[in-house]
């Protein structure tokens, strides 16, 4: 006897739909899983075996050879378990084939016969092509958060072989409460004291997603500052809430919900080039840029990172997607992040005070040299944090709050919106032409800078952006004036200065 049940595996971010065919014949007692599965998916003939005994049901003493279709596509992990097991218990006649009809299932199975929750809910009950789907119970709110097939939510093995056997008795009624996705720390920007030029790069990193970095000693705040960034930016939309949502899920990570603020991420700098762009030897799993997606990536200790893992940022920065591609399988991953990076000026810390580093020539050439310029060239705003005045840190007057940066911020975004882009760092060629005239001081200064080699092409365009935001937050229209044009110079320091920070 024969039977296909529906279900879907997980591929990058994307679901897969994946038909189980089970074939039940005589013969010599046995199962026999094909259609390139990997060690985990092999190993559910055991689980599936041990499960349907528990359950109550018949383990066919019979031929069986389960099909995982398409079969030239790896088959990846224990999602297919549950499919597995019905479908074995349809083409032996157990369950009727009738009663499977229009469902899909998705689940691990536990040798106790229990329903596990499995990676990537979200992508693969919007990739499944039924109009319901059995669920663990467990995972339910995740596969409720996109609309698509009703969801059924399930504990046991035991309760859906009751519910295709007895319709009348129905589906276990489980009460599942949908979750939120947990928010950034509530911190407040009015808690910085002493950064006014920190604290405005902030605020035009915030408006125009202009990547920034911060180069201090250690104490001067700039952890502080980028953990409040996430505070100032504006709700994701309905597009972006989705995508960060099956980002999250696909990494294994329960979101109970529509993800709708900005996600914040922090990697230790000892991260892998896979853990930060993604990927892997079997699974294609999102990294920690695409977790980061539509909000913040903070590198903190930028200079102790790998360059390896460094320049892997070179290519998703410009572009917003990373393409991973392996012998097996390729996939595009969402890369649209804001890239927040603090560093120390040497080993010691102590670069930007005059006579006070400590560092030998040979130990600051190789930390800059960890930093390649191609890297550095991406980013928009480029500052010097120093430790505040102790006068203004201990009484002086607190800055604005992140509720007033945010409502400008989100003035910001708007006008963005009306030049057809989220924000002005993503504005290129054409776009960026008409929304940045320059009068004639401003054309004169950048000739100026680009005639003396203190900016790149690369340079002009992010520092027209720059100005566009600065512009943008005074509520300017116009062409860019030489002030907007030499504030945005102003931020972008050489980081790469004879000991330390060079302004």
């Given amino acids: ?73 790896r088959k990846v992990g224990s999602g297919l378990d549950l499919a597995m097991a019905i479908g074995v218990l349809v083409a032996s006649g157990q369950v009727p084939q009738s009663a499977v009809d229009g469902l899909g299932f998705i689940g691990e199975l536990g040798l106790d016969g229990t329903v596990r929750p499995v990676a990537g809910m979200v992508c693969r009950v919007g990739a499944i092509r039924s109009t319901e789907v059995v669920v663990p119970v467990a995972s339910a709110a995740d596969a409720m958060v996109i609309r698509g097939p009703e969801v059924r ?37 009015a808690e910085v004291r002493g950064q006014p030029t920190a604290m405005q790069a902030l605020e035009l990193a915030a408006a125009g997603g202009h990547h920034l970095l911060m180069v201090g000693p250690p104490g001067a705040g700039k ?29 294994g990570l329960s979101v109970g919900g529509l993800i709708t603020r900005p996600p914040y991420r922090a990697p230790h700098h000892t991260t892998t080039p896979v853990a930060l762009v993604g990927g892997g030897a079997d699974s294609l799993r999102p990294g920690e840029v695409s977790l980061a997606a ?67 020539d040979g130990m600051l ?42 409502e400008r911020v989100a003035r910001a975004r708007e006008m963005a919106a009306g030049r057809g882009v989220d924000c002005n760092a993503h504005l290129d060629g054409r776009l960026l032409d008409e929304a940045t005239p320059l009068d004639d001081e401003a054309t004169a200064l950048l000739s100026s800078a680009l005639g003396a080699g203190r900016l790149s092409a690369r340079g002009l365009t992010k520092v027209r952006r720059v100005a566009l935001t600065v512009a943008d937050l005074a509520g300017h229209r116009g062409p860019l004036t030489a002030f907007h044009l030499s504030t945005a110079m102003a931020m972008r320091i050489d980081v ?8």
């Fill in 1 to 73: 006897m024969f039977a296909t049940i529906p279900s879907a595996l997980v591929m990058g971010v994307d679901g897969q739909p994946v038909t189980v065919e089970v074939h039940v014949a005589r013969g010599l007692p046995g199962l026999s899983i094909v259609g390139l599965p990997d060690a985990a998916c092999r190993e559910a003939r055991d689980r599936v075996r041990a499960a349907v005994t528990v359950a109550g049901s018949d383990w066919p003493q019979m031929r069986i050879t389960i099909n995982l279709a398409p079969s030239d596509t």
């Fill in 153 to 189: 939510p399930v504990a046991t093995l035991a309760e859906v072989v009751r519910a295709l056997k007895d319709p009348p008795a129905g589906w276990p009624d489980y009460r599942v409460v949908p979750t939120s996705f947990p928010d950034p720390p509530a911190v407040d920007l």
């Fill in 223 to 251: 952890t502080m500052l980028a953990s409040r960034l996430p505070g100032l930016l504006p709700d994701l939309d309905l597009s972006q809430s989705i995508e960060c949502t099956r980002v999250h899920s696909a990494a």
């Fill in 294 to 360: 539509h909000g913040v990536l903070f590198l903190d200790e930028l200079g102790e990172f790998s360059p390896a893992v460094l320049d892997c940022l070179r290519q998703p920065l410009e572009e917003g997607i990373i393409r991973v591609s392996r012998a097996r399988y390729c996939a595009d991953l969402p890369a649209r992040v804001l890239l927040v990076a603090a560093m120390n000026p040497c080993p010691c810390g102590e670069g930007g005070r005059p006579g006070a580093c400590r560092c030998p």
């Fill in 365 to 406: 050439a190789r930390y800059r040299r960890r930093l390649s310029g191609p890297l550095l060239d991406r980013f928009d705003l480029r500052i010097a944090v120093f430790r505040p005045d102790p006068q203004r840190l201990l009484g002086g007057e607190p800055g604005p709050s992140s509720a007033e940066v945010a």
């Fill in 496 to 503: 790469a200065g004879t000991r330390g920070i060079a302004a």
